[in-house]
């Protein structure tokens, strides 16, 4: 059911890769709800050719863009700014990658290389997209920004990997920049800690299935899907939520406040008493 909530407001969407990633559902979601947007990605991404088909079902123009170049980004916004004639009024930042984490190395053997580019893809982007739209003046007066996190930022997951780095610096620029656009501009800036979700991206996570089990057990409402994350998005483009920013904002099915469920001691008990003496 649609509600008209973006009705009349333009956007600027990253990440959108397939049918199975979440700024894929977004922007869907964000058609569905009146809005039009620009969708962009890397220029590599643009060549697998699946965007086209979602800018086909969003009647959504493509701008390509490699969101760690500034110089990229200012063209980008500016592209943008004169499809739509003026100021934008949202922007969604669902990028993340480790070279790391696809190279199979551990934590305690990362390439230093690859940590970098994990930082700089996954969350100093985050950064450069924030600053660009502030000197360019691109967003209305209590636009909206959005990235996707996870609650590896604050706890430690096994096979997390420098992700988690990435997730705990994306934050942080979403405090300190909001502070900064939030006062000069009345642009909010928030990020969204989302369940872990069958992606493109998430699959490529060490023992994401056993993760993905877990937390679902775990979580009181279960794990949120990428269209319950959508949905949830889609509250904070509107105006419904002018007055929330710089949050870190938890969609996980009530995992980030539990501490142990009784489905899961229960498992554990069962398991404990499975084993021999010599083996607690």
Known sequence: MAYNLLKGKNGLIFGALNANSIAWKIAEKAHEEGAEFVLTNSPTAFRLGEINKLAAKTNSQMVPADATKVEDL???????????????DF?????????????????????????SQTLDISAISFHKVLQSAKKLDAINEYGSV???????????????????????MLESIARSFGYIYGREKNVRVNTVS????????????????????????????????????????ITLFSDLTRKITMQNLFHDGGFSGMGMSARVMGFYNRCLDNLLPDEW
């Open 194 to 233: 989302q369940s872990p979700t069958q992606t493109t991206a998430g699959s490529g996570i060490k023992g994401f299935d056993g993760l993905y089990d877990y937390s679902d057990r775990m979580s009181p409402l279960g794990n949120a899907s990428a269209q319950e994350c959508a949905d949830y998005c």
């Open 74 to 88: 200012e063209n980008l916004l500016i592209k943008t700014m004169e499809i739509f004639d003026g100021k934008i």
């Open 91 to 115: 922007i969604l930042h669902s990028i993340g990658m480790s070279p790391n984490v696809r190279k199979k190395r551990s934590y305690d053997d990362l390439n230093y290389s690859y940590f």
């Open 146 to 168: 959005v990235a996707l996190s996870y609650i590896a930022g604050q706890r430690t997951f096994y096979g997390y990997n420098d992700m988690a780095e990435a997730k705990s």
